[in-house]
């Protein structure tokens, strides 16, 4: 995709860079711009990270499934071309944040990177499921620990997922933006255009706050009308109003 008018890097068990893609799908729909999916492994990021010191017990197992998944699409990449990745990991994030029984622990994080997980995806997005026996065909993580380096090379390294690079070569690049819900069909558009206006500011280096609504997402417990609750990561926690 020479012409994409996005670059997305994603790793399909970031419950925010899903967030993110979904509202990139709303703004291409209404733009008709062009996003090519691309890959940035958690797992390969945090390589030499002590998990045990510095991440919750389940995350390891998380990343590593998100290693394993990210074979199966680098595969797919090689075998069907690039058009097939979007359609892949739209059937990989409804699956993994999107389903009202998704129990986000550590025994599903796990089992997202199995065939009995991945097989039915992919039948789902009409691929065939012997695309799956790259779960464990580690000679894709060159390929993968290549496109990670790429993205982290447009942002800096202290950054998670996903990474934005709009206009590419020469256009704007970004972490995030990290967002807890999907805006509407106009505030997408609108959304979008002051994220893009204030990166393109060449002195814009970081805009952030710690308090945060939990993200509107099935898998980690949210439901359809249910009022909101801001996280604060420094502690404690207080009700949104309607």
């Not at 893009?196 to 500011?201: H, P, Q």
């Amino acid at each position: 995709m020479a012409d994409a008018d996005i670059h997305f890097y994603f790793d399909p068990v970031c419950p925010f860079a899903w967030m993110t893609s979904k509202w990139v799908r709303m703004v291409q729909a209404q733009r008709d711009y062009r996003v090519d999916w691309r890959f940035i492994s958690l797992r390969l990021v945090n390589a030499d990270v002590d998990y045990a010191a510095h991440f919750p017990p389940e995350y390891e197992a998380g990343h590593t499934s998100g290693l394993r998944l990210l074979r199966v699409a680098a595969r797919t990449r090689a075998e069907y071309g690039r058009e097939a990745i979007g359609p892949l990991y739209a059937a990989l994030g409804e699956k993994i944040f999107d389903r009202e029984d998704a129990a986000n622990d550590g025994a599903e994080r796990k089992s997202r990177g199995t065939r009995e997980f991945v097989e039915p995806v992919l039948a789902s997005v009409g691929l065939p499921p012997a695309l799956a026996d790259a779960l464990d065909d580690t000679s894709w993580d060159a390929e993968l620990k290549a496109e990670t380096d790429e993205a982290l090379l447009l942002t800096g390294k202290d950054v998670g997922t996903p990474i934005l690079h709009f206009e590419p070569p020469e256009g704007v690049a970004f972490f995030g933006p990290v967002i807890s819900r999907l805006p509407t069909e106009e505030q997408a558009a609108q959304l979008w255009d002051h994220v893009i206006g204030l990166t393109r500011f060449p002195g814009f280096a970081e805009l952030k706050r710690s308090l945060r609504e939990r993200v509107q997402l099935r898998a980690l417990g949210w439901r359809d009308g249910e009022v909101g609750e801001l996280e604060d990561w420094h502690g404690g926690s207080r009700r949104l109003k309607k």
